[in-house]
């Protein structure tokens, strides 16, 4: 929408929904036949929380889903577009190292999902044109729940939260609202390089917990801390598939990002991370309270 309120004529496409070319991107016959366009803003992806995650033959999954869909795109507008913007993820930072991450920090995939994303810009970065990569940290707002839902319906059903490792390492968040705002400052630019997303003001996994128990009006919370050690050791002999091998690496340190490449086109974000979780907090509650209606305690009105 913020594409078209800026007077731009938008062509969308995806595998399903309401938009004008329906297919797949791996599919190097659909891909040949999209449009000439002046800007292509790549964000189609998979990732963990993607429903159809296979528990096996993940590899493949994401190489032809994320790597084989973008070799496509670039085979169809090297040289024919102004513009190309790759969405990444903040997954691709080498992870071993202290943040926050900039655009010159190193980038080392950690497992298959970051591994293909780093291909993937890999890929892109080759074209003939300007290429701009956007780098967002975890993404939440309208759709974009991620792993929240379980925290919620175990504070709302059972007044428990589950926290893997320590919970007190700093992990920043961005609205699905600022991270497309980047995108179009990014476009308005022409803008090469990678470019962070995040919200200000990161937070731990035991404040979102402390902000989600204010937002429902929930008191007398219990947190159950399950040592990082068990979840590093459990993710590992379930081969990753229970907890990706990012994810591990991202409960054991800070994850947050330095903006400040990105507010020099001109973009601040408008939610601090509190107002995030605050927002997806309220759209998991319905929820919630319909799978345990009789354990939810009463959400206070308004936000």
């Not at 803003?41 to 190489?63: D, E, G, N």
């Not at 202290?98 to 950690?110: D, F, I, V």
């Not at 962070?196 to 917990?209: E, H, P, Q, Y």
Request: charged share 20%; aromatic share 8%.
């Amino acid at each position: 929408p913020l594409f078209a309120d800026a007077g731009l004529r938008v062509i969308t496409t995806d595998r399903h929904g309401d938009v004008d070319y329906v297919g797949d991107l791996a599919d190097p016959t659909f891909t040949a036949m999209l449009p000439d366009v002046d800007v292509v803003v790549h964000a189609a992806a998979v990732q963990y929380v993607t429903r159809s995650l296979p528990f096996w033959r993940r590899k493949p999954w994401f190489h032809r889903n994320n790597v084989v869909a973008t070799s496509n795109l670039v085979s169809r507008y090297s040289g024919r577009v102004r513009y190309f913007l790759q969405v990444g993820t903040s997954m691709m930072y080498d992870q071993t190292l202290s943040g926050p991450y900039g655009a010159k920090s190193p980038l080392k995939g950690a497992g298959v999902y970051s591994e293909s994303k780093l291909a993937s810009v890999s890929v892109a970065e080759a074209m003939d044109n300007p290429v701009g990569v956007m780098v967002p940290c975890i993404i939440g707002g309208p759709g974009r729940e991620g792993l929240f839902p379980r925290f919620v319906r175990t504070m709302t059903g059972f007044g428990v939260a589950i926290v893997p490792g320590t919970g007190r390492h700093e992990t920043q968040m961005v609205h699905v609202q600022d991270a497309a705002a980047l995108l179009v400052a990014m476009v308005d630019h022409d803008a090469p390089g990678l470019y962070n997303a995040a919200g200000s003001d990161a937070l731990t996994i035991r404040d979102w917990i402390d902000i989600i128990g204010d937002e429902l009006g929930l008191s007398g919370v219990r947190v159950l801390s399950v040592p990082y050690p068990l979840v590093k050791a459990g993710a590992a002999l379930s081969r990753y598939r229970l907890i990706a091998r990012e994810q591990c690496l991202m409960l054991g340190q800070p994850h947050v990002l330095d903006i400040s490449r990105s507010q020099g086109l001109g973009w601040t974000p408008s939610y601090d991370n509190e107002r995030i979780v605050r927002a997806i907090a309220r759209s998991c509650a319905p929820a919630a309270s319909r799978v345990w209606p009789r354990c939810q305690t009463p959400l206070k009105p308004g936000g």
